[in-house]
T-cell receptor, first 112, second 116 residues
Framework: EAQVTQNPRYLITVTGKKLTVTCSQN?????MSWYRQDPGLGLRQIYY???????DKGDVPEGYKVSRKEKRNFPLILESPSPNQTSLYFC???????????FGQGTRLTVV | AQSVTQLGSHVSVSEGALVLLRCNYS??????LFWYVQYPNQGLQLLLK??????LVKGINGFEAEFKKSETSFHLTKPSAHMSDAAEYFC??????????????FGKGTTLSVSS
């Protein structure tokens, strides 16, 4: 089954404690991205990757890091989480051009 | 730069009534356009997409959307709402390009409520 898998689904952490949210896709898509969803703001892109070892900032990259060492994986790293990073996070993958994005189930992160 | 505006953060309809969710885009080049639906506690699911074939696009669950270049719009409609249509809906745009790195830009979403 074609899918994008994120882990964990729910995470509560404390300010400053480094964390990683994993994302894996089994569709051999070149393009992967991370979004955060906040009420009234829709989905905003954090980082995206066009292929292995190629990443770039989206609209709200501050406080986040990513890496793309393998085509299927695109982890999101919060080196020092802060409460304003409490949000619902989605990973997505797609092929270039007019192809739709496939989304993971989301990770609800709470930073206290 | 591309952008998407969804008019109305919340739309309420009665079961059986017409559903109309509005989306306007801005793009310097011809776009690809998408509508996604998000049910509670779930990820986003594609409803339909416009990629330059027919301007009237039919999607899943009886939804359709019409691309109107002159109005830069891509409104989503359904003739008769069902209770199961209650969800949040997102319009999205991406630029036509040979480059892989074209971002998918989302609107802020419209929550659809359906009453019996």
């Amino acid at each position: 089954e074609a899918q994008v898998t994120q882990n964990p689904r729910y995470l509560i952490t404390v300010t400053g404690k480094k964390l990683t949210v994993t994302c894996s896709q089994n569709m051999n898509h070149e393009y992967m991205s991370w979004y955060r969803q906040d009420p009234g703001l829709g989905l905003r892109q954090i980082y995206y990757s066009m292929n292995v070892e190629v990443t770039d900032k989206g609209d709200v990259p501050e406080g986040y890091k990513v890496s793309r060492k393998e085509k299927r994986n695109f982890p999101l790293i919060l080196e020092s989480p802060s409460p304003n990073q409490t949000s619902l996070y989605f990973c997505a993958s797609r092929r270039p051009g007019g192809h739709e994005a496939f989304f993971g189930q989301g990770t609800r992160l709470t930073v206290v | 730069a591309q952008s998407v505006t969804q008019l109305g953060s919340h739309v309420s309809v009665s079961e059986g009534a017409l559903v109309l969710l509005r989306c306007n885009y801005s793009s310097s080049v011809p776009p690809y356009l998408f509508w996604y639906v998000q049910y509670p506690n779930q990820g986003l699911q594609l409803l339909l997409k416009y990629t330059s074939a027919a301007t009237l696009v039919k999607g899943i669950n009886g939804f359709e959307a019409e691309f109107k270049k002159s109005e830069t719009s891509f409104h989503l409609t359904k003739p008769s709402a069902h209770m199961s249509d209650a969800a949040e809906y997102f319009c999205a745009v991406t630029r036509r390009s040979n480059q892989a790195g074209t971002a998918l830009i989302f609107g802020k979403g419209t929550t659809l409520s359906v009453s019996s």
